[in-house]
């Protein structure tokens, strides 16, 4: 919790997933809004030829994206864990930064389906959108609401 | 040579010379036959200069028609959830797309370019920290301009999967000329000259 704003700190949350730090993600916290940025690295090409984002890192990024709005709507707690994740690749991701943004469309006490995309110039033509489910806490876990 | 499902039962086979003489019968339907050329081509093109798959450690353990079998090293980086040192799900994605696209090349009769139009994936459990990952993927149809694949990851089994993956590939996805390793070495120092950077 940041002392200020009584908000979950989301950028140490990220910052402490070593994976999410190697591949260059970032958080910007502005009120009750997230955005996921991923900053471009050579590390992160795909296809040298034209060069396009590989399309893996667009998954973990789109991935990452759903569990940083969990993890600042969820609260504390263990970070949420993926059950399946369907990726529609829309356009391909040029070698430059990429935003995400994501959605929970429904939030259960043990799963949330969310949605994310992620776009690099222009918001209105996302390079890629995913929905996924996510596994709050396991059934043999107590509720604690 | 019995074709290998994608469900298992496959044999794995470490380097190239053991594949060859394993599909070396195997001709595909467009009268295409698999070489041993062949699958270094797609070894060194589709890893080597494919900066993400080199710097996640992927390597082809294995490659068939329409097959490819691959694998990615435990590293601390790659971790998802420090408290318990499981490999974050990304990996796993990447991994998968990958390899499947490994394994729609090695299902076509030339090499085109390819881009992934979906890819679900369903994560069964989570990794065992310090394991490498393995992936089997499998080009099961190619039509005119689509190919469709499905894959397993898991660490040594694979009837006891870490994650499984249905996927859609566009063929001839950008217009270009099927690449050449000389080719794409070219582009690679090209972009790193560009970008100011060793690729």
């Given amino acids: 919790m940041s002392a200020e704003t009584n908000m979950p700190d989301i950028e140490a949350l990220m910052q402490a997933i070593p994976y999410a730090r190697w591949l260059g993600i970032t958080i910007d916290q502005r009120g009750n809004e997230i955005t996921t940025v991923l900053h471009f690295s050579q590390k992160l090409i795909g296809n040298p030829v034209l060069p396009a984002l590989h399309g893996g890192v667009i998954g973990a990024f789109l991935e990452t994206t759903a569990i940083a709005q969990l993890a600042f709507e969820a609260g504390a707690g263990p970070l949420p864990k993926p059950i399946g994740l369907t990726i529609d690749y829309l356009r391909s991701g040029k070698p430059v930064d990429t935003y995400g943004r994501a959605v929970i469309t429904k939030q259960g006490r043990r799963v949330a389906t969310v949605h994310a995309e992620a776009w690099q110039e222009d918001r209105a033509r996302p390079i890629a959108a995913a929905h996924g489910h996510f596994l709050l806490k396991a059934a043999d876990e107590p509720a604690e609401k | ?199």
């Fill in chain 2, 1 to 199: 040579m019995p074709v290998p499902t994608w469900r298992g039962g496959a044999e794995r086979v470490k380097g190239i010379s053991g594949v060859f003489t394993a599909c070396e019968d195997f001709v595909m339907a467009s009268g295409f036959k698999i070489t041993p050329e062949h699958i270094a081509l797609m070894k060194d093109v589709l890893i080597e200069h494919v900066p993400h798959a080199k710097a996640l450690g992927m390597t082809v353990v294995n490659a068939a028609p329409g097959e490819a079998w691959l694998s990615v090293p435990y590293a601390e980086n790659l971790v998802g959830n420090p408290e318990t040192g499981v490999i974050h799900g990304g990996v796993i994605t990447s991994l998968l797309d990958n390899a499947c696209g490994i394994a729609v090349q090695l299902a076509l009769p030339e090499r085109m370019s390819i881009a992934t139009l979906d890819l679900r994936i369903d994560y069964m459990k989570p990794a065992t920290p310090k394991l490498e990952l393995m992936s089997h993927t499998h080009c099961y149809k190619v039509t005119s301009s689509i190919a469709f694949v499905r894959g397993t990851a898991y660490h040594s089994d694979e009837a006891d999967p870490i994650a499984t993956c249905v996927g859609t590939f566009m063929l001839s996805a950008n217009r270009s000329m099927p690449m050449t390793p000389e080719a794409a070495a070219e582009a690679m120092a090209l972009f790193a000259q560009k970008k100011g950077g060793a690729a």
